[in-house]
């Protein structure tokens, strides 16, 4: 079975600096795709980035951007010149193909420090 | 373009009553999620719809649970009766179909004393 671990419950870091939040998972299949969510106190769940396990480039979206190492298992997100509002929890999540569901860690909590 | 929407918000219940969570996708979305997400951990899916059909309800507790999708929009979650391990929040999320990205609802936090 599929499973996505994240080692860190908690992190800190202060305004303006980066941070990066560990992720690895454990699948036997070779196409699948990883996900960073952000959920906030107010607990809307939002897309924070997308990778498909077939592209070898990290996907990158303005100051959030992955570090993937397949072979690894791994799929790190760095957050880059945090700001207050990245305050929330941040999940990483597997999905195996488009029809199937996803599976998500049990979370990080993201402090930013002003 | 108008997001998940979930009602109510909160809702505070006593053992072995009912309780029933309504979500509205965004439009064309045919794909629709129930997760449930207890307090420290990530959310679990409870039931997934394609149209007004069930695709996966393995992780349902079909004893007391029961999920709708009339004409393939709206969704209610029902749990009938209520037992204190059922206390989380309940998410819904919506999916174009064939995309990749699932849109999730505000939540119902639930809280059975």
């Known amino acids: 079975a599929q499973t996505v671990t994240q080692s860190q419950p908690e992190m800190s870091v202060q305004e303006a600096e980066t941070v990066t939040l560990s992720c690895t998972y454990d699948?036997?299949?070779?196409?699948?795709?990883l996900f960073w969510y952000k959920q906030p106190p107010s607990r809307q769940m939002i897309l924070v980035i997308r990778?498909?396990?077939?592209?070898?480039q990290n996907a990158t979206e303005n100051r959030f951007s992955v570090n993937f190492q397949k072979a690894a298992k791994s799929f790190s997100l760095k957050i880059s010149d945090s700001q207050l509002g990245d305050a929330a929890m941040y999940f990483c999540a597997y999905r195996l193909n488009r029809d199937d569901k996803i599976i998500f860690g049990k979370g990080t909590r993201l402090h930013i420090l002003p | 373009e108008a997001g998940v929407a979930q009602s109510p918000r909160y809702k505070i219940i006593e053992k072995r009553q009912s309780v029933a969570f309504w979500c509205n996708p965004i439009s064309g979305h045919a794909t629709l999620y129930w997760y449930q997400q207890i307090l420290g951990q990530g959310p679990k899916l409870l039931i997934q719809?394609?149209?007004?059909?069930?695709?996966?309800d393995s992780q349902l507790p079909k004893d007391r649970f029961s999920a709708e999708r009339l004409k393939g929009v709206d969704s209610t979650l029902k749990i009938q009766p209520a037992k204190l391990e059922d206390s989380a929040v309940y998410l819904c999320?919506?999916?174009?179909?064939?995309?990749?990205?699932?849109?999730f609802g505000p939540g119902t936090r639930l809280l059975v004393l």
């Open positions: 719809f394609q149209n007004n059909g069930v695709v996966d």
């Open positions: 990778q498909e396990a077939y592209k070898q």
């Open positions: 999320a919506s999916e174009l179909n064939y995309q990749e990205t699932q849109y």
């Open positions: 699948t036997s299949e070779s196409d699948y795709y």
